[in-house]
């Protein structure tokens, strides 16, 4: 099933929140751990989150593809690829996607 083409659906939103995105990500304001192969961790603040990846604010200037590992509050170190950064925000591809009900229980704390 693709998600890439609009939807018709009487009373509702005609486009796809999703487009380009593998899962929704969802508005949070979370302190985390975030390193660079090798590096120390520096402390990001995390402003969206699906199972799929992440926004946050990091003043890293971070190269396109390269590995990170972030640690959210409760959770091991999961790894991620940069996807982009525009100034101090940066978007990052998880390798493994987070399980569901993690991220529920994560939502649930913020």
Not at 1 to 10: D, E, K, Y
Not at 12 to 37: C, D, I, S, W, Y
Not at 45 to 66: K, N, Q, W, Y
Request: charged fraction near 20%.
């Amino acid at each position: 099933m693709s998600f890439h083409a609009p939807i018709s659906i009487p009373g509702k939103l005609a486009t796809n929140p999703f487009l380009g995105r593998k899962a929704e990500r969802m508005g949070v304001r979370m302190h985390a751990g975030l390193r660079q192969r090798g590096a120390g961790a520096v402390d990001v603040r995390v402003i969206d989150l699906s199972t799929h990846g992440f926004r946050a604010e990091c003043h890293l200037d971070l190269t396109v593809g390269s590995d990170i590992w972030l640690r959210l509050p409760g959770l091991e170190a999961w790894h991620a690829t940069v996807a982009w950064q525009e100034e101090y925000i940066i978007g990052c591809a998880f390798e493994r996607p987070l399980h569901a009900a993690v991220l529920s229980t994560l939502l649930r704390r913020t």
